[in-house]
């Protein structure tokens, strides 16, 4: 069974500070892909990412990137120079691809809470 | 406008009434899902629908009900509200499949938070 765990529940650095994300995942699935969502505090769901399990090369969106490493299953996400607005729940979810019982299914991680104080 | 529309935006009931959450969406995607949101436990699928009249479990879908009878929408029921579903859920649609297309990824309504007392 697919299964996503982001072991940090709550992170709070000052702005311009450097933060990472972790995110580890399990999967029987060869072929998957792996998302970030950022859920700020107005409510709404913004997707981030979308990474399939063929590609393992780190992605830099302006002061975001995000380390995918499939030998230790995790898909990290650091916000570099952080700002008050990055303040927000961050999700961690997961697609297994293969076409099994799971096709259809998105296992969301708990969530880290990411508070950047000015 | 591209969207996923969920009503109402906010629900306060009592246990036992029924009620449905609609949700409706206007980009022509074959899947759907519902989810809902608990602090601690991230968001959780409950149901989610690979096309009209396919619809599979989630990892949560004890007291739900679904139907696919149009494309466009997909509706949660609630049989008989418990005060455990007191939560926030989310409806979601894509092109196809969760992971969507590089262009078109999951979207999100805007969350409907249900009260039941």
């Known amino acids: 069974a697919q299964k996503v765990t982001q072991a940090q529940t709550e992170i709070s650095v000052v702005e311009k500070e450097d933060v990472t994300l972790d995110c580890v995942y399990e999967t029987r699935d060869t072929t998957y892909y792996l998302f970030w969502y950022k859920q700020p505090p107005s409510g709404e769901l913004v997707f981030l990412i979308r990474r399939n399990s063929f590609d393992e090369q780190n992605e830099i969106s302006g002061r975001y990137s995000w380390n995918f490493q499939k030998s230790t299953s995790s898909f990290n996400f650091t916000i570099t120079a952080s700002q008050v607005v990055d303040s927000a729940v961050y999700f961690c979810a997961l697609s297994e691809a293969d076409g099994g019982t799971s096709y259809g299914k998105l296992t969301f991680g708990q969530g880290t809470i990411l508070t950047v104080h000015p | 406008e591209a969207q996923v529309t969920q009503n109402p935006r906010y629900l306060i009931t009592v246990t036992g009434k029924k009620l449905t959450v609609t949700c409706s969406q206007n980009?022509?995607?074959?899947?759907m899902s519902w989810y809902r949101q608990d602090p601690g436990l991230g968001l959780r699928q409950i149901y989610y629908?690979?096309?009209?009249?396919?619809?599979d479990k989630g990892d949560v879908p004890e007291g739900y009900k679904v139907s696919r009878k149009e494309k466009r929408n997909f509706p949660l029921i609630l049989e008989s509200p418990s005060p455990n579903q007191t939560s926030l859920y989310f409806c979601?649609?894509?092109?196809?499949?969760?992971?969507?297309?590089?262009?078109?990824?999951?979207?999100f309504g805007n969350g409907t938070r249900l009260t039941v007392t």
């Open positions: 629908s690979m096309n009209v009249e396919v619809t």
């Open positions: 980009m022509n995607h074959e899947y």
């Open positions: 979601a649609s894509s092109l196809s499949a969760p992971q969507g297309t590089y262009n078109s990824p999951l979207h």
